[in-house]
């Protein structure tokens, strides 16, 4: 009896043809599924296409700190808010190929380079592009997030060898201006198209806990899983109320709800790496391993993420150890 009410609920979201959309309300009728259910049916997912013993860890570092003319209202980087974070200049080539080094020792195979941009002058580009050519000589992957491209510039970071490109979606399209108003959701897709078409692999996801809607989530998730093909790294973000912006005081996300959109973007995205990204300061050990069930199979591994705190290394080592997860 037991097996039949738990076979039908599974199978009330099929499993769709390789070149199906993912609908908004098929995802929402994954958000709908009893909890275990869609736990095992992402992990089932999962055990598809990855070991699911095994964690990719990525250290950040913040190359560009502060002073941002975007609004986005989650961000202590923005200059229009008053927040703790001040402005800083571009790093110098040689510390962020020092941090690098540090960041490899420790552990991480990816190092991404963040800026509070809302996208790169030429000069700075040429910059950024020398910072990419050195970490990747060291053997790490690169990443960068630079905000909007120009044409020709990812062409550009493609040559100095970058194989990541992060640029969120953040949340559905229609929700979007309430958040951010100094951009449009479209601009975020032209500028994943310009790193599509120059070869660079894309990071792209998008934060939970900005007073979204579950249909809202669930339209983000479709949005990410229709892209063709869906981005080779989904980072799912928990808000970090940061002091000063706009969405200090946004009620938490319910953990429960956050854990169900991790399972969803396994499910739909069934190949990429679901990165367990912002806010896991705020989780308990026992959420994130069931964010890990749930098909999660990467994290920042770094004291710090651009301008807020990280869960420190030695946590995350002792975690995996209980877990019996592996870095890779
Ligand atoms: N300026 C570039 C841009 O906006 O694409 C790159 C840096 S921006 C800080 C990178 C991403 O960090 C954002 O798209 C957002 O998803 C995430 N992020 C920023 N502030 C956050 C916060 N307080 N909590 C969670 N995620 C955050
Ligand atoms: C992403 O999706 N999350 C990272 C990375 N891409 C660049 C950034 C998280 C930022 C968290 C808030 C802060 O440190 O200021
Ligand atoms: Fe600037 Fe990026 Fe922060 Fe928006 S998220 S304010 S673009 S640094």
């Known amino acids: 009896m037991n097996t039949l009410s738990s076979a039908s609920s599974l199978e009330s979201v099929p499993a769709s043809a390789p070149d199906a ?54 961000c202590t980087q923005s200059a229009r808010h008053r ?11 040689e510390e962020v190929v020092a941090a690098a080094k540090e960041a490899q020792a420790k552990g991480a195979t990816r190092f991404c380079m963040g800026a509070a941009w809302r996208g790169p002058k030429e000069k700075d580009l040429e910059t950024v592009a020398r910072m990419v050519r050195e970490v990747k000589a060291l053997g790490m992957e690169t990443c960068v997030t630079l905000g909007m491209l120009k044409e020709g510039q990812a062409r550009k970071l493609k040559e100095a060898g970058l194989d990541y490109y992060n640029h ?26 310009q790193v599509r078409a120059a070869g660079i692999k894309v990071c792209c996801g998008g934060i939970l806990g900005l007073g979204e809607s579950r249909r809202n989530r669930a339209a983000m998730i479709a949005q990410l ?48 790496w679901v990165r367990l990204s912002a806010g896991r300061e705020m989780m308990s050990q026992e959420m ?40 890779v």
């Open 21 to 74: 959309r993912w609908t908004v309300s098929r995802v929402e009728a994954l958000y709908r599924m009893p909890f275990m259910d869609l736990l095992f049916r992402a992990q089932q997912t999962h055990r598809g296409h990855f070991d699911p013993n095994e964690v990719q860890r990525s250290a950040l570092l913040s190359i560009k700190t502060g002073g941002c003319p975007e609004d986005c209202s989650y």
């Open 83 to 93: 927040t703790e974070t001040e402005r800083e200049a571009l790093m110098r080539v």
């Open 168 to 193: 969120n979606v953040d949340t559905d399209a229609e929700f979007y201006d309430q958040v951010i108003t100094t951009h449009t959701h479209a601009d975020r897709l032209e500028t994943l198209a």
């Open 225 to 272: 899983a229709n892209m063709n093909p869906p981005p080779d790294s989904v980072p799912i973000n928990n808000l970090v109320a940061m002091p000063g912006t706009p969405l200090a005081a946004t009620e938490k996300i319910d953990r429960f709800e956050f854990v169900r959109t991790i399972a969803a973007a396994r499910i739909t995205m069934p190949a990429s």
């Open 288 to 327: 994130q391993a069931l964010c890990f069930f749930a098909g999660a199979n990467s994290i920042f591994s770094c004291d710090k993420l651009l301008t807020a705190n990280n869960v420190d290394i030695g946590f995350d080592e002792m975690l995996f150890a209980k877990l019996g997860l592996r870095a």
